[in-house]
């Protein structure tokens, strides 16, 4: 039988503002929106984040997730994933807080505090929409992204007795033996789902030793007991994509991870990402795993034991 890739699509994120690209969904309607037609085009899974429909700023409050979570599950049958990484700029109490209210399948799980820098698209961007905008993307400079060990573990712990599962997020290598510390501690159990981050200024690169470094090592740590997937930032969105279905893994793709639909394209809908990464699966005669299938292969509870 023909593998069966996971696509992943994170639809808006909190890194990328408004004056970056027109595309970028903001309003609730625009979010629920995003995420339906990703899982129309073929992802499996939608990650999820939320922004002021005013500013775009990202919002972490459960009401903000209220208001997009009911309408995505009514229209899809995705796997819907809550983002426990919030925005830099949050402390972790209140990045946590839709994950427990919502109670999600899959929740994500960074794996160490690093410096997770922004600023150099100011040298492109020079006009904004918002206030917030340019200090936000400025303050990246000298701004520690925090996940310290007490902080995963209280991610880990709180989110025990919920029955969700985690999409880590490594973006270097040490991540991965910090989340073998906590394999070995009982409190992380398989199928891990780990997503390797590549290309951000501060984390691992982008280079295909890079990807193959992270796979190797993956692959020492966990043997069989994890799924693997990536995701490439901005232009290395879908070579990443491509190295990792080579190598057995899956992927992400989505605006929050990139903005653009190939060299200068802005991406019109994240379903265009979506669409490119399915393209590249069919042609190496690989098929797109459903919702369903994506369920069977992470041990997900199911959509039904969701609190939304």
Request: proline share 5%.
């Amino acid at each position: 039988m023909p593998r069966k890739v996971i696509i992943t699509c994170a639809v808006t994120g909190a890194i990328h503002t408004p004056s970056m690209s027109p595309y970028l969904p903001v309003t609730p309607s625009e979010i629920a929106d995003a995420a339906v037609e990703a899982a129309e085009a073929g992802a499996a899974i939608v990650h999820l984040h939320a922004r002021d429909p005013e500013t775009g700023q990202p919002d972490q409050s459960p009401q903000a997730y209220e208001r997009f979570l009911g309408i995505i599950k009514q229209r899809s049958n995705a796997v819907i994933n809550l983002t426990t990484g919030g925005a830099p700029t949050m402390k972790i109490e209140e990045r946590l807080l839709p994950a427990t209210v919502f109670k999600p399948e899959v929740a994500s799980l960074n794996m160490g505090s690093m410096n997770f820098a922004i600023f150099p698209i100011l040298e492109k961007l020079k006009e904004f929409k918002h206030d917030w905008e340019q200090s936000y993307i400025e303050g990246s400079r000298d701004r520690v992204f925090r996940n310290t060990f007490a902080d995963i573990e209280g991610i880990l712990t709180t989110c025990a007795d919920n029955g969700t599962r985690f999409e880590i997020e490594c973006y270097d290598i040490g991540h991965l033996y910090t989340l073998d510390h906590f394999v070995q501690r009982g409190l992380v159990t398989p199928p891990f789902f780990v997503q390797s981050v590549f290309g951000i200024l501060g984390g691992i690169g982008a280079h295909s030793e890079d990807v193959l470094h992270m796979r190797r090592t993956a692959d020492r740590l966990f043997g069989e007991s994890y799924c693997w997937s990536v995701l490439g930032a901005g232009r290395h969105q879908m070579p990443i994509a491509l190295q990792s279905i080579l190598l057995g893994g899956n992927l992400r793709v989505g605006l929050e991870d990139s903005l653009y639909a190939g060299r200068g394209k802005l991406a019109k809908t994240n379903a265009e990402q979506v669409k490119l990464a399915r393209e590249l699966i069919e042609s190496l005669g690989l098929e797109v795993a459903t919702p369903d299938e994506a369920r069977e292969i992470l041990n997900l509870k199911g959509s039904d034991k969701v609190d939304f």
